[in-house]
């Protein structure tokens, strides 16, 4: 490329011409907005400020310093770091787990399996709630009648402050392993066979090749979907809007996304409630940061 | 692209349709009213009655889910999409009142031959004002009075239900006696802040102070409230649970697990629906007992929905003769038959239905004993924030007193803003 340096401004230019749209979308609907927020953030805006624009006064970070210093907001990053600490990993477990079962060869109606273990990740999570509100009802719900069968007495899912999150956390890997596992289904064929009759001669057994071959050709995906399963899991907010009527019981469901959701839309503290936007956002930023620092030292 | 094509055709065939409601109905002037929940699936029932009377005008209603109501009207105000007329909870309308949302009704009022101060019972008819002016016509009351088991109260001595806190408490005691050990007298979920409000209400507090700029609930008044509140969980007469926790309060209450409950009208219907016929005289209601030495019956809240006109509306005269038939006291009975809700115009309680009713009747006589909420748009947070805090000391996680204190220094931060746009206002061009 350095060779013929004439024709690199050309190329740019093309390039932008077929960026541009791309570009101009990202910048209208991503980029503005989130510039709009970090304003937002810096500002005390609500419901006064609906009325008449007049009565809204720039503050700096007196919505930060609040934030820091409100319990409410720690109790919900303490929730969703639960609900992504547990709920991510568990779900690429059950995704490889689930993957691993249909790459093999003695699977039969493979296609049926896959659509079926996909089926829950393309229906609306609105409707799956509602259902699964039926299947966690303390008296007539389909799980406590199971665990009575083994003599477990019935528990109060969503009502129990101890028991909502890992009752929401099932709903979440039961929704989302599907997609996971396609990906991880797609990595597995992208392992080349000898690889494993390679090793397969050297007497590798089977636990061997999992984790000496399995795993560090899965490494990109591993990567790719656990910065996303971690960017989407720190964002819930569907599964306890809908299931625990917003956060209860004593706000061992509330997440930072309902938290925010709440402040903006149901107090109108849109300040405030961007300022909450713009801490996730960071926390979001970081921990996908680690993820792929993580990623890079172990292949260095 | 086949596919594209069809959604293009259903979004064009959406065409005509959506103009249709914009341009009036065959001629008619079209008015969009916004019901919400249940009452807005009711209100339908009564749109052929309107428009027989009302030929020229064509009612359209759309239903809104409670849960998501107040989202929604903002986010209408702020989109400039506001309906006609709307269902708005009363606690509500200061808010939109505050950012000029909606029309001030007065003049209507004044002209109106069938809505005047008169008829309406006068805690009701105050909660729809706001900076001295109408903002809405009060449409249903929603208050509390105590629910109570007959049988349980009437072994305590107590058959017509208690009339003062001491003969409440005493009869909290001696119900407890004869319950089985796990059970409680009283039913006070701890996530309702409306409970606790109204006991301090009963006690004389403002709850806000300084014209609704500061908190007032670490004074006497309402100290004496939350102490008689929280004592009442801490001599374990009443569960720690908030209202999911419960499970299932109706059969609680059949099982005399509890035996008084502080609740709403809505529940006149649920009692009658969810407990068995045999079960039917075993609940009774009767008025709030009042703080000793205070006149019977204590003071409960004024709640319930109101209808209102926005500012943006180009149907104003037609909107508010949907308020005048709503208004009607005929009407009004027949709205109490469909739905339930108790009509907020006087003469509709005259109703044979509703007369005759001997569990209506502790609302009939609570209604006239009703004061409203503190008119600030803050207060619906406050009061949530408030219930949240006291549960702490509860749970003995801290001290009442440090609690009342904490209280304030909160609500004294929600309501800056609000000390702040007044202070302005008052001292003119000051920033």
Sequence with gaps: ?300 | MARRRRELALLLSLVPAVAGCAGGHDGRATVRFWGMGREGEVVRDLVPDFERKNPGVHLVVQQIPWTSAHEKLLTAVVGRSTPDIAQLGNTWIPEFAGIGALDPLDGSVAKSAAVSAERYFPGVWATSRYDGAVYGIPWYVDTRVLYYRRDLLARAGYPAGPRTWSEWRDAMWKVKQIQPPSAHPFLLPTNEWEQLAILGLQKGSPLLAENGTRGAFSGPEFRAAAEFYVGIFHQDLAPIVSYSQLGNAYQEFARGNIAMWMTGPWNLGEFRRRLSPTEQNLWMTAPLPAPDATPWPGVSFSGGSSLAIFRGSQRKPEAWKVIEFLSDPAVQARFYALSGDLPAVRAAWDDPALARDEKARAFRVQVERVVAMPRVPEWEQIAQHTAERLEAAIRGRESLSAALAAIDRDVDRILEKRRWMLARRTGGHGR
């Design chain 1, 1 to 300: 490329m350095a060779v013929d340096r004439r024709r690199v401004p050309g190329e740019v230019r093309a390039a932008l011409f077929f960026l541009a749209p791309g570009l101009l979308v990202i910048g209208l609907f991503f980029l503005l907005p989130i510039a709009a927020s970090v304003l937002l953030s810096l500002t005390d805006f609500d419901i006064y400020a609906l009325g008449d624009v007049r009565n809204v006064r720039v503050v700096g970070l007196r919505n930060f310093s609040r934030l820091l210093a409100d319990p409410l907001f720690w109790t919900s990053l303490r929730n969703t770091f639960y609900f992504v600490l547990v709920g991510g990993p568990l779900t690429l477990s059950v995704a490889l787990a689930a993957a691993l079962l249909l790459h093999s060869k003695l699977v039969r109606w493979k296609g049926l399996f896959r659509t079926i273990f996909f089926a829950p990740y393309i229906t609306t999570l609105v409707a799956v709630a509602i259902v699964f509100r039926y299947l966690y009802h303390p008296r007539f719900g389909g799980l406590n009648r199971v665990l009575e069968l083994f003599g477990i007495p019935a528990i109060d899912w969503l009502g129990n402050p101890k028991w909502a999150m890992p009752a929401i956390i099932l709903l979440a890997v039961w929704k989302n392993f599907g997609y996971a596992m396609i990906l991880f289904i797609a990595g597995l064929q992208a392992i080349p066979e000898s690889l494993y009759e390679a090793a397969r001669l050297d007497g590798a057994g089977r636990l061997q090749l999992f984790r000496r071959i399995t795993v560090p050709m899965l490494a990109p995906t591993f990567l790719f979907l656990g910065v996303l399963t971690t960017i989407g899991y720190f964002q819930f907010f569907a599964e306890p809007y809908v299931m625990t009527g917003g956060g209860g019981p004593l706000n061992a469901t509330l997440s930072t996304g309902l938290l925010m959701y709440k402040q903006g839309f149901r107090w109108w503290n849109m300040g405030y409630a961007a300022a909450i936007a713009v801490v996730l956002g960071l926390v979001i930023l970081a921990f996908s940061a680690l993820q792929f620092r993580i990623e890079r030292r172990r292949n260095a």
